[in-house]
């Protein structure tokens, strides 16, 4: 059974601070990674995706990926109290030519004005 | 370019009783899973079809089923409902499903309480 782990939160941070999200997982041979945002009541939508070890930035978002250490943490810069949301993170691996993902539980963020 | 559909949007049954849900994919994508969110659980995943076959399943009870149709909608059945199968029933399709990296594009999910 392949694992991932978040804290659920809930994670105050104050507005204008970085919030840093993180996420492991444990299997070494999962091959892409996303970051899903969920307002209470609606659905996940996608919010970055991370194929290579390192950092990938869009806009206040950066997704960072050590697959070493089996870890993805998203930074978000500058928080705003429209970021409170819970935040899925997502790990895909290939199984005989499709994908199969899993989930975490979610971090739940909420930014404090 | 629409986004992916469910209906209906809640649904309240009682126990015993079966319910159908039904998910229209983002045009031009082939792979529909569908998922239960509940608080405590968080998104378990169902079962994923890619051009009407079943390619793969959640450790959830044959009492829940789906299919896929030529079109690519999917439907999901629960039969004899129990208390318990109250939560969010999310659909999402990826456009081919079969790469890894395809992500996710999930319906505003369908309500369902049991009573």
């Known amino acids: 059974q392949k694992e991932v782990e978040q804290n659920s939160g809930p994670l105050s941070v104050p507005e204008g601070a970085i919030a840093s999200l993180n996420c492991t997982y444990s299997?070494?041979?999962?091959?892409?990674f996303f970051w899903y945002r969920q307002y209470s009541g609606k659905s996940p939508e996608l919010i970055m995706s991370?194929?290579?070890?390192g950092d990938k930035e869009d806009g206040r978002f950066t997704a960072q990926l050590n697959k070493a250490s089996q870890y993805v943490s998203l930074l978000i810069r500058d928080s705003q109290p429209s970021d409170s949301a819970t935040y899925l993170c997502a790990v895909n691996w290939d199984s005989g030519g499709y994908q199969k993902v899993t989930f975490g539980i979610g971090t739940k963020l909420q930014v404090i004005p | 370019k629409a986004g992916v559909t469910q209906t209906p949007r809640y649904l309240i049954k009682t126990r015993g009783q079966q319910v159908t849900l039904s998910c229209s994919p983002i045009s031009g994508h082939r792979s529909v899973s569908w998922y239960q969110q509940t608080p405590g659980q968080g998104l378990q995943f169902l079962f994923e079809y890619f051009s009407e076959t079943q390619r793969n399943k959640g450790n959830f009870p044959g009492r829940f089923s789906g299919r896929q149709f030529s079109n690519s909608r999917s439907e999901m059945n629960v039969s004899t409902l129990e208390l318990g199968d109250s939560a969010l029933y999310l659909c999402a399709s990826s456009l081919k499903g079969n790469e890894v990296g395809s992500p996710l594009h999930f319906g505003n999910g369908t309500r369902l309480t049991v009573t």
């Open positions: 299997d070494r041979v999962s091959q892409s």
């Open positions: 991370i194929y290579s070890n």
